[in-house]
Every structure is written in C-alpha cells, then in structure tokens.
C-alpha cells in the first residue's frame, strides 16, 4: 500500500518570501506524484506531476517540485511568494498500475502583506 | 478547464433519508472516482470507475453505492444518510490513469 506525508499542517510565510511545503511518500513500487492546489470554496486544480525522467518538475504559478527517490521525498517550492498563493497545498501518489491516488491531509499556506 | 459538473452544489438532508449525486463529463474519459473531504484527512477514495458498468471500491466505501450507466455519468448514492456522511465530495476524471481532473464539489449535510 502507499502512503503519503505531509509534514506541515500550516505554513504562514510573508509575501515574496520563498516558501517550501514537504511531501514524503511511501511505496514498495514506482509512484507517479502530484502537487494539486486547492483556493477557497474550489475544486482541486493539478499544479505539477512527476511520471518519469528529469527529477526537477515546473508547474504552473511558478512553482517547482523535486523529486528525490532515496529520500521518497517531492518537496513544492516557490521563491516568492504571492498573497493570492493562500491555498490548501496537496500531495498526492499513485502506482502507475492502478489508477488511484493516495493523497496527504493537506499543508494551508497563508500568505501575509 | 475539463468540463465536469456536479449536482447538486450544496444539499441539506435528514439522517435516514436517501441522497444521489451526480456527476457529469463531457471529457469522454474513461476513469471517473469519487472522494469525500474532511478536515484533516485530505480526499479520501469511495469508488471509482474505468468503464460503463466497471466500478470497484476505494479506502471509504461503507454506506455508498454507485452506478456508471454511460459513460458521461458517475452517480453517488448513500441509501440512507447518517451524520457521518456530512463531508464536501468531489468527482475526478481520468483518461491514461495518471492525471485527475477534478468538479468543483457538492457540499452534503446531513441533520
């Protein structure tokens, strides 16, 4: 079975500061991973995804996430952040084969002016 | 966006009472899930579907049934509500079985 931990319930950070929000993962098998952003009152909006190949993936509003195999680890970052970033922030794995994701409880990210 | 909807947005319910939701694509994809959402445990899987009449169950699956009679729709049914069913539910599409794209959500409550 997989797994996934997100470490931070909350994270406030100031605008334009850098922001990371930590994702590890369990699973015996290759995962596919995703970063998906949630806005207030909405439905989930896919932000980045890791299948295969470079380990550095860009998504969309500028953020990035890593991918990190010994450590089972996709961080999301983002070197400055905005006040419209407020969000809830979630990773999320599947195994290739099966066509479910697995999802973290969530990181809210709260940015203040 | 990929063109999901779901009905309807927000419904206020009596515990005991029958409650469908539905949801609605027009993506043609093969795969459509549906997950519930609390506070503290992110989005959890009830059912899914990879094909009209394919349906199999996800992590939460006690007190809900679905049904998949086209492929555009993916119906949710708890046959008789309970107060632990009130939750925000979203429907997920998917085509290739990696990336879901997700409804904008309904919002159970159950009294």
């Known amino acids: 079975a997989q797994s996934v931990t997100q470490l931070d319930s909350q994270v406030p950070v100031f605008e334009e500061a850098p922001v990371e929000l930590r994702c590890n993962y369990s699973s015996s098998v290759s995962v596919y991973l995703f970063w998906y952003v949630q806005y207030p009152n909405q439905g989930l909006q896919l932000l980045l995804k890791?299948?295969?190949?470079?380990?550095l993936v860009k998504g969309i509003n500028g953020f990035e996430a890593e991918f990190n195999k010994s450590q089972t680890s996709f961080h999301l970052r983002k070197p400055s952040v905005h006040i419209s970033d407020t969000a809830e922030y979630f990773c999320?794995?599947?195994?290739?084969?099966?066509?479910?994701?697995?999802f973290g409880k969530g990181t809210l990210l709260t940015v203040n002016p | 966006d990929a063109g999901i909807t779901q009905s309807p947005r927000h419904k206020v319910t009596e515990t005991g009472t029958p409650v469908t939701l539905r949801c609605h694509q027009t993506?043609?994809?093969?795969?459509m899930y549906w997950y519930r959402q609390d506070p503290g445990h992110g989005l959890r899987l009830i059912h899914y579907s990879y094909g009209v009449k394919d349906t199999d169950k996800g992590e939460v699956s006690d007190g809900y049934s679905v049904s998949r009679s086209k492929t555009e729709d993916f119906l949710l049914t708890l046959e008789s509500a309970t107060s632990s069913q009130t939750s925000v539910y979203f429907c997920?599409?998917?085509?290739?079985?990696?990336?879901?794209?997700f409804g904008p959500g309904t919002r159970l409550t159950v009294l």
């Open positions: 999320a794995v599947s195994r290739g084969s099966n066509y479910k994701l697995t």
């Open positions: 993506e043609n994809h093969r795969y």
């Open positions: 997920a599409i998917s085509e290739g079985g990696d990336t879901q794209y």
């Open positions: 890791y299948l295969s190949g470079s380990t």
